[in-house]
């Protein structure tokens, strides 16, 4: 707890800065600036669950998910799923980010952003461009058998018992 | 002790529950929308909140603008009067024939009993936002359903074909922009005349399709709308052929345009709204219409 305020959040100040955030969101960017503009409200939302989990949780970022759906003329969900994930993900690692630095801070974030991006296409392309069918996660199933049936064979080859103790 | 009425371990759900809920709830969300199209009413009202604000904040740039505006060089305004006086002089004479065509036009059609074709209505439209998704082009118009748009028209600005709008609010519009992925136009080549479909590849190109491998294109041919779906009205300029090459695996030319309309520069559009309105096209959709699922 070096360096995270933990204190400071009322509800004044976060919604003041998630308003912020919703509106440098509406300006209008374009071109260059447009590619690099940081998602501001998942970046402000992440923030509050990280020192505010009590106040700021999913039901928030799911709200703002949903406008951001609206905002980006996407299918609704598409974000909303996608900022909840974060905000679980970042639950899951609060304690440990808690006790970080700004800059390792910052690092454990990227794949949790990352994350959130991806979820973001994923979802979209599940809605949007639905494969042929789901016929194609079968494999999974097969897979897991055959684990089981080499992981059972191998074991019954060498006795019962018999463990890896490398 | 526990009084009565309260619970002795009372707890909030923890978080993996409370993310499944939520996830539930979000993939309901999805559902609704993509199968059934029902929360158009929430996108309307997600509309109406947002739109004030986002008038208010572009009102920083256009102040920018006004007061960049303000402070330009009487001399440099002077030449830009008389150049575009002397290109209104120019098309002045260019409306004259063509209202002289037109008549003739219609006298033509009346005689040969064609179908006449639908007469066009402008509606001026400023860009509100740019959008980024992950599988379309498109930008956001300040002008929806109040000024007579419908989903379906075709947006253009002074060089081209800026896109075809694709959802409409009470006060905005979205407008899928040619060159997003998969969105369909039928064009000609003004030199040969040949017809073929331009489709977006993203990343500001067109792709002009199924050409065959001795078909008369070259680079710097232009791409015009054909007018072939009744969507888009014929000779509306789409692209400028960029690059065409040819492959050993596919029967087809490769060719590659660029889309003339200034897609993300032009902040002024016109949407043209067709009166009366175009046949509809039956469910089977026309290809332009169906680019775009929702």
Redesign the interface.
């Known amino acids: 707890m070096s360096t995270a305020p933990q204190a400071g959040g009322g509800w004044p100040r976060i919604l003041t800065s998630l308003t912020l955030a919703l509106l440098l969101e509406q300006l209008p960017w374009s071109g260059w600036a447009l590619v690099v503009r940081p998602d501001f409200v998942l970046v402000g939302v992440l923030f509050w669950v990280l020192h505010q989990p009590a106040r700021i949780g999913f039901g928030t970022a799911f709200f703002v998910g949903l406008l951001a759906d609206f905002q980006y003329g996407a299918v609704f969900g598409q974000h909303a799923i996608a900022y909840v994930i974060g905000v679980y993900m970042v639950l899951f690692v609060r304690l440990r980010l808690l006790q970080f630095d700004p800059l390792r801070q910052a690092a454990q974030l990227f794949p949790i952003l990352f994350a959130v991006q991806l979820i973001v296409l994923l979802v979209g392309w599940l809605a949007v461009k639905p494969p042929t069918g789901l016929t194609i996660l079968l494999p999974v199933l097969s897979n897991t058998v055959l684990w089981l049936l080499i992981a059972g064979w191998l074991r019954l080859w060498h006795g019962k018992g018999s463990q890896d103790r490398a | 002790m526990a009084t009565s009425g309260q619970l002795m371990f009372a707890r909030r759900l923890g978080?993996?529950a409370?993310?499944l809920?939520?996830?539930a709830?979000?993939?309901?969300?999805?559902v609704?929308?993509?199968r059934y199209h029902a929360?158009d009413g929430?996108?309307n009202g997600?509309?109406a909140l947002?739109l004030p604000?986002?008038e208010m904040?572009?009102t920083?740039?256009d102040v920018a603008a006004e007061l960049g505006g303000f402070f330009t060089r009487h001399r440099l305004l002077q030449n830009e009067r008389d150049t575009l006086l002397a290109e209104r002089a120019r098309l002045a004479v260019g409306v004259n024939a063509a209202h002289e065509l037109g008549r003739e036009n219609a006298e033509l059609r009346a005689l040969l009993k064609l179908q006449t074709r639908p007469g066009q209505q402008l509606v001026h439209a400023a860009?509100?936002?740019?959008?980024?998704?992950?599988?379309?082009q498109?930008i956001?118009l300040d002008q929806g359903s109040g000024a007579g748009l419908r989903s379906g028209l075709p947006v253009v600005d002074a060089s081209g074909l800026v896109g075809q709008v694709s959802?409409v609010d009470a006060g905005s519009s979205?407008v899928t922009l040619v060159s997003s992925p998969e969105q369909l136009t039928p064009v000609f080549v003004e030199r040969t005349g040949q017809r073929g479909l331009a489709a977006g590849s993203g990343r500001d190109q067109l792709e002009l399709r199924y050409m065959p491998i001795h078909a008369d294109i070259r680079p710097g041919d232009r791409l015009l709308t054909s007018g072939i779906d009744r969507v888009y009205p014929a000779g509306v300029p789409v692209a400028r052929v960029s690059r065409v090459s040819r492959s050993q695996s596919s029967p087809y030319l490769r060719v590659e345009g660029v889309p003339l309309a200034g897609l993300?520069r032009s902040h002024a559009v016109l949407v043209l709204v067709a009166v009366p309105p175009p046949v509809q096209p039956t469910p089977p959709q026309a290809t332009p219409t169906k680019a775009t699922?929702?």
């Open positions: 978080p993996p409370r993310l809920i939520w996830l709830i979000g993939v309901s969300c999805l609704v929308d993509v929360l929430v996108r997600f509309s947002l604000v986002r904040m572009r920083p740039l860009l509100l936002y740019q959008g980024h998704d992950w599988f379309a498109r956001t959802r979205e993300d699922p929702p």
